[in-house]
């Protein structure tokens, strides 16, 4: 069974930086994409930045030139790293990945739990 396990949220002055990090773990998949959402309460799940297993990135608006998301695949595992964080960049931050396994499961997508960032002006 695949889970994402999440780490690295918390509590952050405006102007300084966090790393979130994402383990894919369990057996027999290989990974197409990985990445970052975040929601606000009451407001809707919105793209932070994905990363293909090739490393083709993409990025929201607002976090480009702040933001960096890298990838290991040997590892299954996702980072953000979070630089120049802005009060408007709290939020709770979700994983994603879509896995590619090798049985009849094919294609399946994933959601961690989330990690809470909180940025403080």
């Known amino acids: 069974q695949v889970q994402l396990v999440e780490s690295g949220g918390g509590l952050v002055q405006s102007g300084g930086s966090l790393r979130l990090s994402c383990v894919a773990s369990?057996?027999?998949?290989?990974?197409?994409?990985m990445g970052w959402y975040r929601q606000d309460p009451g407001k809707e799940r919105e793209l932070v930045a994905t990363?293909?297993?090739?490393?083709?990135?993409n990025y929201a608006d607002s976090v480009k030139d702040r933001f960096t998301i890298s990838v290991d695949n040997a590892q299954n595992t996702v980072h953000l790293q979070m630089n120049s964080l802005k009060p408007e960049d709290t939020a709770v931050y979700y994983c994603?990945?879509?896995?590619?396994?090798?049985?009849?499961?094919?294609?399946?997508?994933?959601w961690g739990q989330g990690t809470l960032v909180t940025v403080r002006s």
């Open positions: 369990g057996r027999g998949f290989e990974i197409n994409a």
């Open positions: 994603n990945a879509g896995l590619y396994f090798a049985d009849e499961r094919g294609y399946l997508e994933y």
């Open positions: 990363i293909t297993s090739g490393g083709r990135t």
